[in-house]
């Protein structure tokens, strides 16, 4: 079993960046395709971000793409999500996310372990 730990949360304004980490105890990291959710107040956890067990392969969410980037460092047993260009709307819990599996993609249920989050606050 893995233990996931997010930090790198804040607040910052409209336009700024943001990286999160996401490191990884228990088990290598190597082990697991990884993603990153988050989740805004009233709102259900959605996708963010995915990357394969040896970081050849990522996906996105249209709202983030071409701003966030997720990246992982086995080596190090941490993920990351760069966040660049950050607007209001990007305000909510980020969570990490481990999948026992090659691909894991963007459906919550394929994703076996879960961190308690980090809290992104964007000010206009």
């Known amino acids: 079993q893995v233990q996931l730990v997010e930090s790198g949360g804040g607040l910052v304004q409209a336009g700024g960046s943001l990286r999160l980490s996401c490191a990884a105890s228990?088990?290598?990291?190597?082990?697991?395709?990884m993603g990153w959710f988050r989740q805004a107040p009233g709102k259900e956890r959605e996708f963010v971000a995915t990357i394969s067990k040896s970081g050849a392969s990522t996906n996105y969410a249209v709202a983030v793409k071409g701003r966030f980037t997720i990246s992982r460092d086995n080596a190090k047993n941490t993920v990351y999500l760069q966040m660049n260009s950050l607007q209001p709307e990007d305000t909510a819990v980020y969570y990490c996310a481990a999948a026992s599996r090659l691909w894991a993609g963007s459906s919550r249920d394929n994703y076996d372990y879960w961190g308690q989050g980090t809290q992104v606050t964007v000010s206009s």
């Open positions: 228990g088990r290598a990291l190597s082990n697991y395709a």
